[in-house]
C-alpha cells in the first residue's frame, strides 16, 4: 500500500463518567470505572506525542469531559502542546468559574451535544432531569464569551420530527454550525436499534429540512448532515477509512481507530502507556488490519467505489454481518443488503410513539 499519512485529528476519551445517560452513547457497553482513568501528566504526554506525531486538532470527550476536574489542566497541556482543542460536551459541570479557567487556559472550540428542542424531549432522552435548563445556560454564557460553538444535534426516532426547530435553536445560541448527527448504530445505540431507528419518511422529511435550512442560514451557520446509514444505498469512508486520519484514546489509554473497534474480535489494541503513539499509527497489527483495500472481498475489488468508501465501515459489517472483512451491509451490492432492507421494514411497520430505553448506566 502506499504511504501512510500522519493522523489529522485524535479524539481524547478523558473518562466513561457522564451525568447523562444516553441510550445511544457510542461508549462500550463496558464502561470504564474512574480508577482506570490516565491521570493528567500521562495525558500531557500523548497530547506531545501527538503534536509530534503530525495530529493537528484535539477533541477532549468521554463521558462527560467535565467529570474531569483537571480539566483546564488537561487543555492547558494541549494547547501547549500546539494543538487546536475542541471541548465536547453535554454541558454539564461546566460552571461560570470552570468555564472561566478553560477560556484562561486557551480552549479553542466548544461542540455542545443536543437532545431535544425542549426540557421534557432532552430530558427524557438524556435520562437527566433539569439537564436540558442547565445545557441552555452553559450555551449563553459560551456566547457571551465569544468562544466559537458547534451544536451537535443527536437525531433519531424521538426527535428527528423536530429538527427544524433544533436548527431554530442552534442559530438562537449563535452556534457557528450545527451537526445534525443521526444516531448510528454502534455501542448503547446497537443495543437501543428497535427505539431508535427512524422510519423512512422521517428520513426522507429531514434531507428535504436539512437544504432549505442550508439555504435559508446561509453566510450565518454551516449546516453539517450524517444520515443515517441504513438508508443510504452506498456505505460512507468509515473515519474516511481505517487508520488513515484519525485515532481515539480511551480513558485507560487504549489507541483505536476508531469509537467502535473494540467490538471486532481478534484484534488487539495496544496503550501508549505501553508503545509509542508512533508505532502504534504506523506499525500495530490492530491499526494495520483493515488499512487500504487489499483486506476487501472479490465484490469490492472490482467497485469503481473502492478507493472512495474502502468497503465501508468494519463495524457495522462485523454488528450486521458477523464478519469485520465482509462488504459493508449498507452497500446495495452486499450480499448481506438483505438484513438492513429487512431493518428498514421493520422500522416502518413500528408506530412512532415512545418506546422504552436502555439507559447508559
Known amino acids: 500500500m502506499s504511504a501512510i499519512p500522519p493522523p489529522i485529528s485524535m479524539l481524547a476519551e478523558l473518562t466513561h463518567r457522564c451525568p447523562l445517560a444516553c441510550p445511544y452513547c457510542s461508549n462500550p457497553l463496558e464502561l470504564l470505572k474512574s480508577d482506570g482513568e490516565l491521570p493528567t501528566e500521562v495525558w500531557a504526554g ?9 495530529v493537528l486538532q484535539l ?8 467529570a474531569r476536574r483537571d480539566l483546564a489542566d488537561l487543555v492547558g497541556a494541549a494547547r501547549e502542546a500546539g494543538l487546536y482543542v475542541n471541548l465536547i460536551t453535554s454541558g454539564i459541570g461546566l460552571t461560570e468559574a470552570r468555564l472561566d479557567a478553560l477560556e484562561a487556559r486557551g480552549l479553542d472550540h466548544v461542540q455542545l451535544s443536543l437532545q431535544g428542542v425542549s426540557a421534557a424531549v432532552a430530558d ?9 435548563d442547565r445545557k441552555m445556560a452553559v450555551a449563553h454564557s459560551i456566547a457571551r464569551r465569544g468562544l466559537p460553538l458547534t451544536v451537535n444535534a443527536v437525531m433519531h426516532r424521538h426527535n428527528l420530527d423536530q429538527l427544524p426547530q433544533a ?6 445560541l449563535g452556534a457557528r454550525r450545527i451537526e445534525v448527527a443521526c444516531v448510528q448504530f454502534y455501542g448503547w445505540a446497537l443495543k437501543n436499534r428497535t427505539a431508535l431507528q427512524p422510519s423512512r419518511a422521517q428520513v426522507a422529511a429531514a434531507k428535504v429540512t436539512v437544504e432549505a435550512a442550508r439555504d435559508s ?4 451557520m454551516q ?3 450524517v444520515p443515517p446509514d441504513y438508508y443510504a444505498d452506498y456505505p460512507k469512508a468509515c473515519m474516511g477509512g481505517w487508520g488513515s486520519t484519525g485515532l481515539n484514546i480511551a480513558p485507560d489509554g487504549t489507541v483505536l481507530p476508531c469509537h467502535a473497534a473494540q467490538t471486532i474480535p481478534g484484534l488487539s489494541f495496544p496503550k501508549v502507556t505501553d508503545l509509542p503513539l508512533a508505532d502504534i ?11 487500504g483495500t487489499d483486506y476487501l472481498p472479490d465484490i469490492c475489488q472490482g467497485c469503481a467505489r473502492r478507493d472512495r468508501d474502502f468497503g465501508g465501515c468494519r463495524c457495522q459489517a462485523m454488528a450486521l454481518a458477523g464478519d469485520a472483512r465482509a462488504a459493508d451491509p449498507v452497500c446495495r451490492h452486499s450480499p448481506h443488503r438483505g438484513l438492513v432492507d429487512r431493518l428498514l421494514a421493520e422500522a416502518d411497520d413500528r408506530p412512532l410513539e415512545a418506546t422504552d430505553f436502555t439507559y447508559r448506566r
Open 59 to 66: 477533541h477532549l470527550s468521554g463521558g462527560e469531559p467535565a
Open 281 to 291: 499509527w504506523y506499525r500495530s497489527d490492530a491499526f494495520m488490519a483493515f488499512r
Open 124 to 132: 427524557r432522552i438524556g435520562g437527566y432531569a433539569g439537564g436540558f
Open 217 to 220: 442560514y446561509k453566510g450565518r
Open 223 to 225: 449546516i453539517d448532515f
Open 46 to 54: 500523548i497530547f506531545r506525542q501527538a503534536a509530534d506525531l503530525g
Open 167 to 172: 436548527i431554530a435553536l442552534a442559530a438562537e
